[in-house]
């Protein structure tokens, strides 16, 4: 008898609608109903322990595809670190983070009915050596808040740049804001075009 | 058939369904843990499936993927663009050739180590990482091929005591191709093999190294 064969069952309710839908997407895929579900639920408790709500997953997948359509890499922290401590304040470096913003910006804004939300999703999956980030808007004015305990002056100059680029992207001005050892918090007011 | 009753419940119709035991159990420990029902953490699981569907994706390929995200970020990557990280570096290595190439060199050398330590001959007694554990290159091009994405070849070859690696990423710049080489040389030469030959050209890193058998543990190389 198969180890799954072996482990008892029981019933739990479900939406008729949901379960409808799903039973035929495993028939469009050809599988089995039942193992289908089975299969569902245990991703379910699968991402939950990698930490990601399963909802967040979708939004997930396509700041991966944003990233692999501007052309990303996964790049090793310390080297990006060690190149930030001896050449942070370096303005060529400086500007590289604006110009590398904005073209994230200009993309999101073309491409998405809310780049701010996308922006915010954006920064927490690429750089999740942060520890918050979020947006709180108040009409037209935009703040960013990001908090890492790992990111230093220089680090949080940098991220600062980018921000300013890719809000410039979008079609906010920077307005002031405060950058210091662990936290950047700058805000924007909409550009009148 | 697996789902028999409909029931009407608040006007919302449902039905219910037979699923595995100790899947529903955690769900619920799941559910408990948010201060959800089983109930709603099962349609909120079965509404994900969907809104996967909708967007053409498998969800079973959309964990492949977070996992991947979570296993990068655990070992110390973060997402970066490629012709950003191509200048930094440029800029960095102008300033600093040698700083440039010795923070490669002790990435590479960090990823060795790391790769090794995963295996469970690599530790001795004593507690210091084995030299007789060899890098699991397979698991080496592995991560490079993970990482970088834009690869239009990677490869890895042992033969007898010698391994070829050959990597070619065109948009990859000269000074890159320079600091990637150096993050390989790092990873072999902390796992106890000597570069035969190396050839570095922009977005093509051709080395050819051999195992050195005395290769010592902790202290030496790895």
Redesign the interface.
Known sequence: MKETEKRGKKLVYISEDLLDKVALISKQRGESTVRFIEDLLAQAVRIDRLGFAYREIADLLEMVHVQRVLGSSFVPLDVMNSICERNGRDEGMLKEWYDSGRTYGIYIRDKYDDPIQILETMLRVMRWDLNEVDARRDGERVVFRCVSTSLSKDGAEWLARFLEGAMDGIGYQKEGGEVMKGLALLSFRKRVS | M??KE??SLGG?????????????E??SI?AKSKGKT??E?????????????S?G????D??K???K??S??ER??????????S???T??FM??KE??ME??Y??GR??AMRLKSNRSDSISGSGSLSGSARLQLEDLREELA?????LAELSVEEKGEEVRVNLISP?MSKELSELVSTFLSGAFEASGYEAVEKSVRTGNIRHLYRYRKSASGGSGGL
């Open positions: 697996s789902w409909v029931l919302e119709r449902r039905k219910t369904f037979v699923a595995r035991e100790d899947l529903l955690e769900m799941m089983l109930y953490t099962v349609n909120e699981t079965f509404e994900s499936a969907l809104a996967f569907n967007l994706l498998n969800p079973k959309a964990l993927d977070c996992g995200l979570k990068l970020q110390g990557y973060v997402l970066c663009l490629e012709n950003l990280w200048d930094i570096n800029i960095a300033h600093s700083k440039s923070a490669w002790a990435a960090w990823l993970s990482t970088i994405w834009n948009r």
